[in-house]
């Protein structure tokens, strides 16, 4: 398997095939349970992304819509491939199911075009602003959990090093590199973290200044996951502290796509933006 490999999109994946079937065939949700021998909201949950689905029961779902050959064999060896444990299952005591979710699908996305107002992204963060950000976030956590939430992050940004390494397009609000989280040292240390990083080719920063005024990202930070394969379509992901919203219809990716290009007109060039981040480090 590739470093980018997630069973997460494979699960995602699976959903959408066998809600597709489903419908090509004209069969109600209902008429699925009674075949497969369980109730309505587990058939619901797993075309919707919630729930975990066996191989067997995948074969009985297939055989009910009529599909055969090598289209079923393909959806079953999905489903074993979706019951794979990623690496970031080792972190599920300091991980939330919705963050999980997330982690899994940044593991194989091929983009990240991300909008943060407060903080820097997690992709980009040091190893101090990191823990910085997850003791002011997170409460009630134990030392130990904070190390564990702390190494989770810095695996994730495995991602932009590796041998199909995420594109990441990242527009900053100024506020946010201007904030002295962990104190003026570890700020100084992030930025030039940023500078370094803004060099990879496949990372493209912006700084969204703050005499721009309004802008239609004022409600709140997004990112939006683009996938190579066509059958794992876009998904947009809001993050909150009592949990996270995906976004995954075609007009709400529209939506937030148009939101981000309004982003990348309003905020710096990538070419200036190294010496706009110098700029503030300097005044840190």
């Known amino acids: ?29 209902e008429e699925v349970a009674e075949y497969l021998g369980c109730k309505y909201p587990k058939i619901s949950r797993i075309e919707n992304g919630h729930g975990s689905i066996s191989p067997g ?3 009985l779902m297939l055989d009910f819509y009529g599909v055969y050959g090598p ?14 444990k990623g690496w970031w299952h ?8 919705w963050l999980a979710t997330y982690v899994g699908l940044e593991a194989e996305a091929s983009a990240s075009h991300v909008y943060e107002g407060e903080v820097v992204t997690g992709l980009l963060q040091t190893r101090e602003y990191a823990r910085a950000v997850t003791l002011a976030t997170v409460n009630g956590m ?20 590796d041998e199909r390494p995420i594109e990441l397009w990242a527009v900053h609000s100024e506020a946010a590199l201007r904030r002295p989280v962990g104190g003026n040292v570890v700020m100084r240390n992030q930025l030039r973290h940023l500078m370094e990083l803004a ?13 721009v005024g309004e802008h239609p990202a004022m409600t709140g930070p997004f990112t939006i996951l683009k996938f190579r394969e066509d059958a794992d379509p876009d998904v947009v992901y809001l ?15 529209t ?18 933006t190294i010496s706009f981040i110098h700029k503030i480090a300097k005044e840190l």
């Not at 289209?71 to 794979?84: F, G, M, N, T, Y």
């Not at 993050?239 to 990716?253: A, C, F, H, S």
């Not at 939506?255 to 200036?272: C, G, H, K, M």
């Open 142 to 161: 134990s030392a130990d959990g904070v190390d564990r939430r702390v190494t989770l992050r810095m695996k994730r940004q495995d991602r932009l090093h």
């Open 71 to 84: 289209e079923a064999e393909r959806l079953i060896q999905l489903a074993k491939d979706s019951r794979v």
């Open 199 to 211: 060099e990879l080719p496949h990372v493209n920063m912006q700084v969204l200044p703050i005499s």
């Open 57 to 59: 029961d995948v074969r």
């Open 239 to 253: 993050d909150t502290p009592v949990g996270g919203l995906y976004l995954e219809k075609d007009n709400e990716i």
């Open 1 to 29: 398997m590739t470093s980018d490999y997630s069973p997460t999109v494979r699960r995602r994946r699976l959903d959408a095939e066998l809600r597709r079937h489903r419908e090509m065939t004209g069969k109600k949700i």
């Open 255 to 272: 939506d937030y796509t148009r939101i981000f290009d309004q982003l990348r007109r309003l905020a710096t060039d990538p070419e200036v």
């Open 90 to 97: 080792g972190y599920g005591d300091v991980l939330r199911e």
